[in-house]
């Protein structure tokens, strides 16, 4: 019992690492709080640091999820699911002991827990992202529905026997909790996108029109 508790106590730990903010501080001496949407994650972190940045830290975002996940496997633990653990570094990276208790908007991280449990259901959650990513030019918007997609593929897939053989009540609970966390980190972005004033990455369609340059953007708060 006491190495459950440990050992959940360390997921929370891991998760709560941020690898945005320290990357920031120590190699550009700059503090992502005081720039773009103030977030540490891995969107902000690409605008503000770059593209060597923003991918180090989506690297490790991912793992500390994934590795969480697996803590269980490695110190041979039965009885308690790998989800938990991996739930437990999703609220760490969001709610950071080490960052007084702010954090990201969870993405990469939840991503590194489904990669831990269920490689398969991330590869259809990246192509659902990547297409979005496509067609509309938004990080936000793709992770959003990435999340709806998520939450249709628990419901779907287990009844035509397609990547999910089966139902999974704590499969389930988990996925569908992790996507309520990210959509509703996500709310101002989801405002800026109905204003047509959305951050963009440099490619893509950009189908919805997002106009982020406008002078008239300026007065919404970027996230």
């Known amino acids: 019992m006491l190495t459950i508790i440990l050992l959940l106590i360390a997921s929370y730990l891991l998760g709560a690492i941020p690898f945005g903010l320290w990357i920031g501080k120590i190699f550009f001496k700059k503090n992502?709080?005081?720039?773009?949407?103030?977030?540490?994650?891995?969107?902000?972190?690409?605008?503000?640091?770059?593209v060597k940045a923003g991918i180090s830290v989506f690297a490790f975002d991912l793992l500390k999820g994934t590795l969480a996940t697996l803590l269980p496997l490695f110190f041979h633990i039965n009885g308690v699911s790998p989800l938990i653990f991996g739930l437990l570094a999703v609220i760490g990276h969001t709610f950071s002991i080490f960052d007084r208790f702010k954090g990201g908007k969870a993405v990469a991280t939840s991503a590194g827990v489904?990669?831990?449990?269920?490689?398969?259901?991330?590869?259809?959650?990246?192509?659902?992202?990547?297409?979005?990513?496509?067609?509309f030019s938004m990080i936000s918007l793709s992770s959003v529905i990435g999340a709806v997609f998520a939450l249709l593929g628990i419901l779907i897939f287990p009844s035509i026997g397609f990547i999910l053989?089966?139902?999974?009540?704590?499969?389930?609970?988990?996925?569908?909790?992790?996507?309520i966390i990210i959509i509703l980190r996500h709310r101002t972005n989801l405002k800026r996108i109905k204003n047509h004033c959305e951050?963009?990455?440099?490619?893509?369609?950009?189908?919805s029109k997002q106009k982020e340059h406008n002078m008239l953007c300026y007065f919404y708060n970027f996230t």
Do not use: E, K, M, Q
């Not at 992502?32 to 640091?49: E, Q, V």
């Not at 053989?165 to 704590?170: A, C, F, N, Q, R």
């Open 32 to 50: 992502l709080h005081d720039y773009g949407s103030g977030n540490t994650g891995t969107t902000n972190t690409f605008r503000i640091l770059g």
């Open 114 to 135: 489904i990669l831990g449990f269920s490689p398969l259901f991330l590869i259809y959650l990246l192509v659902v992202f990547i297409i979005v990513l496509w067609l």
């Open 165 to 179: 053989t089966s139902y999974d009540l704590l499969f389930s609970i988990i996925i569908f909790v992790l996507a």
């Open 199 to 207: 951050s963009l990455v440099p490619f893509g369609l950009n189908l």
